[in-house]
């Protein structure tokens, strides 16, 4: 069994920076490509970025190109979300996730476990 645990959230300004961290136990992930969704009130849950179970392979959607940087350190089995230029609405909850393959992805149904989230807010 695989648990998930999301930190590193909170409240930033406008602007603002965050690196939110996702920690993986139960087992290695080094093979499972893993992913950062997040979900804002009524609305679904979207693709932020994915990496590859390597690292060297990563996906962002459109919007978070540029200001977001997903990382992993298999070593630790870890992953990483460091978000910069923070806007308002970026607010959301972010769910760190992993995929059952190597390859990453922006489907949501493509992962197969999850973590419960943490709130990240950013102010006007």
């Known amino acids: 069994q695989v648990q998930l645990v999301e930190s590193g959230g909170g409240l930033v300004q406008a602007g603002g920076s965050l690196r939110l961290s996702c920690a993986a136990s139960g087992r290695t992930l080094s093979r499972n490509a893993m992913g950062w969704f997040r979900q804002a009130p009524g609305k679904e849950r979207e693709i932020v970025a994915s990496?590859?179970?390597?690292?060297?392979?990563?996906y962002y959607a459109d919007s978070r190109k540029g200001r977001f940087a997903i990382s992993r350190d298999n070593a630790k089995n870890m992953m990483y979300l460091q978000m910069n230029s923070l806007k308002p609405e970026d607010t959301a909850v972010y769910y760190c996730?992993?995929?059952?393959?190597?390859?990453?992805?922006?489907?949501?149904?493509?992962?197969?476990?999850w973590g419960q989230g943490t709130q990240v807010t950013v102010s006007s």
């Open positions: 990496i590859s179970w390597s690292g060297t392979t990563t």
């Open positions: 996730a992993a995929k059952g393959g190597p390859v990453a992805s922006g489907n949501r149904y493509d992962y197969d476990y």
